[in-house]
């Protein structure tokens, strides 16, 4: 089974590379998007300004601001498998 990763809608060529790699890519526009996913991907642009959390997943969030596609992919590779 491939690993589930959440992406936000606005990485299209990381959706891209992840899915050309067989994973299972959902768009990532909630909280609830994020469960029973093996990783999460953000662009990092609204990164907790307020010091504010609140735990949607207790899966690996990727931010990837500033990485190509492909060390977003190297990234998903190396999640252990769950």
Same mark, same amino acid.
């Given at each position: 089974?491939?690993?589930?990763?959440?992406?936000?809608?606005?990485?299209?060529?990381?959706?891209?590379?992840?899915?050309?790699?067989?994973? $299972?890519?959902?768009? &990532?526009?909630?909280?609830?998007? *994020?469960?029973?996913? @093996? %990783?999460?991907? #953000?662009?990092?642009?609204?990164?907790?300004?307020?010091?504010?959390? $609140?735990?949607?997943? &207790?899966?690996?969030?990727?931010? *990837?601001?500033?990485? @190509? %596609?492909?060390? #977003?992919?190297?990234?998903?590779?190396?999640?252990?498998?769950?």
């Amino acid at each position: 089974m491939a690993k589930k990763i959440a992406v936000e809608q606005s990485l299209t060529n990381i959706t891209e590379a992840l899915r050309e790699k067989g994973y $299972d890519v959902v768009d &990532l526009k909630s909280a609830e998007d *994020a469960k029973n996913c @093996s %990783a999460c991907v #953000v662009t990092g642009i609204d990164s907790n300004v307020m010091g504010i959390q $609140d735990i949607s997943t &207790l899966a690996p969030v990727i931010e *990837a601001s500033g990485l @190509s %596609a492909n060390e #977003v992919c190297r990234q998903v590779e190396e999640l252990p498998v769950q």
